[in-house]
Structures are given as structure tokens and as C-alpha cells.
């Protein structure tokens, strides 16, 4: 099966998962819920993405693959 969701999209599901998962401790909105996942996923992207000299190897992966299917 392709997958249609672009990698920003693809993080910010994992991240809203694990915050519903979480709803005993955290008790978001679905609209709070979602917004903390987007900005998990651009902080996380941020991080991911910051020049250290070498590559990462996960998003070169995750291109590769995109380029593939």
C-alpha cells in the first residue's frame, strides 16, 4: 500500500495517537490535541533537520523510500 501523507503529516498521526493514548494524565480538546501534535511534529522536524555537519540518517531513508513507491 502507498502511503499518501506527506512525512510532516505522517509524524504529526503518531504524535496525536500518543497523546489520545494519554488521556488519563493530559485530557486535550480533539482540537488542543491536535494542535500540541502539529507542534510536536514541527519542533521534532526542526531538530531533525538542524545542520550538524552529516546527514540524518532517518530522513534519508524516509525520502527514499517516498522516491520508490
Known sequence: MKSFLEKRE??????????????EAV?????EAAELAV???DCLMQELTKS?????KYIDDW???RLQQ
Open 10 to 23: 505522517a509524524m504529526a498521526v503518531m504524535i496525536i495517537q500518543a497523546i489520545i493514548c494519554k488521556r
Open 27 to 31: 485530557r486535550p480538546s480533539p482540537k
Open 39 to 41: 507542534k510536536h511534529t
Open 52 to 56: 550538524s555537519g552529516e546527514k540524518i
Open 63 to 65: 525520502n527514499r523510500r
